[in-house]
T-cell receptor, first 112, second 112 residues
């Protein structure tokens, strides 16, 4: 599982509140990703990082921001959560030596 | 934009029969094609991958075929077992860029 953990694993919040999800990895992988998974849509890329302080937008980045101040941590922030952001969020990593992508256990977020 | 189409969205087979899932990609530059299996409530996990310099790859009961001209690739599972029941995702990417586009998933049910 490439030593990936996500916190929290479950969260219920209210519309308009800020939310931060954390991804932590222990394998020193260079690349890190945040996806959201919704029925009928598969896995859609929100943001990714190709190194400390180096990030870029994915296909569904509106309403999300990220930060990576250390190799091992990649934070996803919803500045003002909306009900459309109710989803399961997966973090993933790639070492940069191989193409293999490893996923974290996921965070189920419900925005009421 | 870049797109990966995956069919069917659901597939039911009798135990012991074969299952085939097909994907089509739009970016002709793609050269890395992984397949992931996601059991209920779990993280996606890589089960097999293929690169564009290879037409077919096998791993026990699982095989993947690639037709670069048609931009199609398929997952074949033979002698299906109940534990093969899961959601399967295909993806396409360009090796070295570490960005992948996922299909929308196929829910496979193996009936005992």
């Amino acid at each position: 599982d490439a030593g990936i953990t996500q916190s929290p694993r479950h969260k219920v919040t209210e519309t308009g509140t800020p939310v931060t999800l954390r991804c932590h990895q222990t394998e020193n992988h260079r690349y890190m990703y945040w996806y959201r998974q919704d029925p009928g849509h598969g896995l859609r890329l929100i943001h990714y990082s190709y190194g400390v302080k180096d990030t870029d937008k994915g296909e569904v980045s509106d309403g999300y921001s990220v930060s990576r101040s250390k190799t091992e941590d990649f934070l996803l922030t919803l500045e003002s959560a909306t009900s459309s952001q109710t989803s399961v969020y997966f973090c993933a990593t790639v070492s940069g030596i191989t193409d293999t992508q490893y996923f974290g256990p996921g965070t189920r977020l419900t925005v009421l | 934009g870049e797109n990966v189409e995956q069919h069917p969205s659901t597939l039911s087979v009798q135990e012991g029969d074969s299952a085939v899932i097909k994907c089509t990609y739009s970016d002709s530059a793609s050269n890395y094609f992984p397949w992931y299996k996601q059991e209920l409530g779990k993280r996606p996990q890589l089960i097999i991958d293929i690169r564009s310099n290879v037409g077919e790859k096998k791993d026990q009961r699982i095989a993947v075929t690639l037709n670069k001209t048609a931009k199609h690739f398929s997952l074949h599972i033979t002698e299906t077992q109940p534990e093969d029941s899961a959601v399967y995702f295909c993806a396409a990417g360009l090796s070295g860029t570490y960005k992948y586009i996922f299909g929308t998933g196929t829910r496979l049910k193996v009936l005992a």
